[in-house]
């Protein structure tokens, strides 16, 4: 008697691609490898950047967010340091380096990009947590990121959220 299940290779969805990453959200994942280099060695500026030209595909990310995200995180350290201290649970140099990166970076956005949503704005920082942080670590930065939203950017913040469309049936 055979078997009546197929082999699972026939019955496998076929593999998808992820769609292209956006210029800023590499912009993104490249401010976030340069404050990680700038928390532990306190590097400068312009050599993290000389070593994050040389990455692959650095080419490919938005230049100017880039640049922003890093340079702003830097120089405005100890203010972003501050917002985050009033909603973390412990001391801001106890962070992990990358949650205090992910957060530096979110902060910053929140408090310079009034074009990207602050929704939007948490979600990227929640997708770095969850691609380079520890295992809950994408739970902790959202948290905390809600949190200073309400501080950053208190008007938008208190709109209520529009309600999702119902997910279509799967059959």
């Excluded at 412990?90 to 074009?115: F, K, N, W």
């Excluded at 520890?134 to 008007?155: C, E, I, M, S």
């Amino acid at each position: 008697m055979t078997d009546p299940t197929p082999p699972a290779e026939a019955t496998a969805e076929p593999t998808r691609k992820p769609p292209p990453k956006s210029g800023r959200r590499r912009a993104r994942e490249f401010a976030l490898q340069g404050l990680y280099q700038w928390l532990l060695s306190r590097a400068s500026g312009d050599e993290i950047v000389a070593h994050l030209r040389e990455q692959d595909d650095f080419d490919k990310c938005d230049r100017a967010h880039f640049d922003a995200l890093l340079h702003g995180a830097i120089s405005e350290a100890t203010t972003l340091d501050a917002v985050l201290a009033r909603h973390v649970d412990r001391p801001v140099a106890q962070l992990s380096p990358v949650e205090h990166a992910v957060l530096m970076i979110g902060a910053y956005e929140l408090t310079h990009c009034l074009d990207i949503p602050y929704r939007v704005a948490i979600n990227e920082a929640v997708e770095l947590a969850k691609a380079f942080g520890g295992t809950d670590g994408h739970k902790y930065v959202n948290g905390v990121l809600d949190k200073a939203a309400g501080d950053l950017r208190p008007v938008e913040a208190s709109q209520p959220r529009a309600p999702r469309p119902p997910r279509p049936a799967r059959g």
